[in-house]
C-alpha cells in the first residue's frame, strides 16, 4: 500500500514531520540593539527569552499541528479510491490554506503572547520580539504542505478527464 503512495503525498508527511520537529525549537526571541537590554536578557532564565510555541498563541501551534494532521492522513488514507475522490485533496488544500492564514496571523500577532503591560514595558525598554527558527520552519513547513495539495488537487483533476479504460468482452 505504501508504495502507491504518491511523492505529492510525500511531500505532505515531510512537511507534517518537518512542522513536528518546529515544535520543538524556539518560537519567539526577544532581542535588543542596545547592548545595555541585551546583557540583562542574557542574564534571564533562557525560557522567559528563547519561547516555545506551547506559550505562544493559538496561530502558534495549531498550523504546525494542523499541516502533521493532514500529513499523516493523506499518507494513510490518500490512495483509496474512494477516499481520494470523495475530496480528500480538496480537504488537505482547505486545510493547508487555513494553516497558512494562521501562521500569517501568528506572524502579525506576535507580541500577542505577552500581556500589554508586558508589551508596553518591552517597547519601553527597546525589546523586540521576533522569530526564532521553530516559526521560520513552521512556516516552511505550511508552504510544502500547500504547494503539495495544489499540485495534488490538479493530479485529481487530470485524472478524472482521462478516459477510463473499460475492459472488453471475450
Given at each position: 500500500?505504501?508504495?502507491?503512495?504518491?511523492w505529492r503525498e510525500w511531500v505532505g508527511l515531510g512537511a507534517g514531520?518537518?512542522?513536528l520537529v518546529a515544535l520543538f525549537l524556539p518560537?519567539?526571541?526577544?532581542?535588543?540593539?542596545?547592548?545595555?537590554?541585551?546583557?540583562?536578557?542574557a542574564e534571564l532564565p533562557a525560557d522567559d527569552v528563547s519561547r516555545s510555541v506551547w506559550r505562544s498563541t493559538f496561530f502558534g501551534w495549531f498550523p504546525p499541528l494542523l499541516v502533521l494532521a493532514a500529513g499523516v492522513t493523506v499518507v494513510a488514507v490518500g490512495r483509496i479510491p474512494v477516499v481520494r475522490t470523495g475530496g480528500l485533496p480538496q480537504?488537505?488544500?482547505?486545510?493547508?490554506?487555513?494553516a497558512l492564514v494562521s501562521?500569517?496571523?501568528?506572524w502579525v500577532?506576535?507580541?500577542?503572547?505577552?500581556?500589554?503591560?508586558?508589551r508596553a514595558l518591552l517597547a519601553a525598554s527597546g525589546v523586540?520580539?521576533?522569530?526564532?527558527a521553530g516559526r521560520y520552519l513552521g512556516a516552511l513547513a505550511v508552504v510544502a504542505s500547500l504547494v503539495?495539495?495544489?499540485?495534488?488537487?490538479?493530479?485529481?483533476?487530470?485524472?478524472?478527464?482521462?478516459?477510463?479504460?473499460?475492459?472488453?468482452r471475450r
Open positions: 500500500m505504501l508504495s502507491r503512495v504518491s514531520l518537518l512542522a518560537w519567539t526571541v526577544l532581542s535588543s540593539g542596545n547592548p545595555d537590554v541585551q546583557a540583562a536578557l480537504l488537505w488544500l482547505v486545510a493547508a490554506a487555513v501562521v500569517v496571523l501568528g500577532l506576535i507580541d500577542w503572547q505577552f500581556g500589554s503591560e508586558e523586540s520580539v521576533g522569530a526564532g503539495a495539495a495544489v499540485l495534488d488537487v490538479r493530479a485529481l483533476r487530470e485524472e478524472s478527464r482521462r478516459p477510463r479504460k473499460v475492459p472488453r
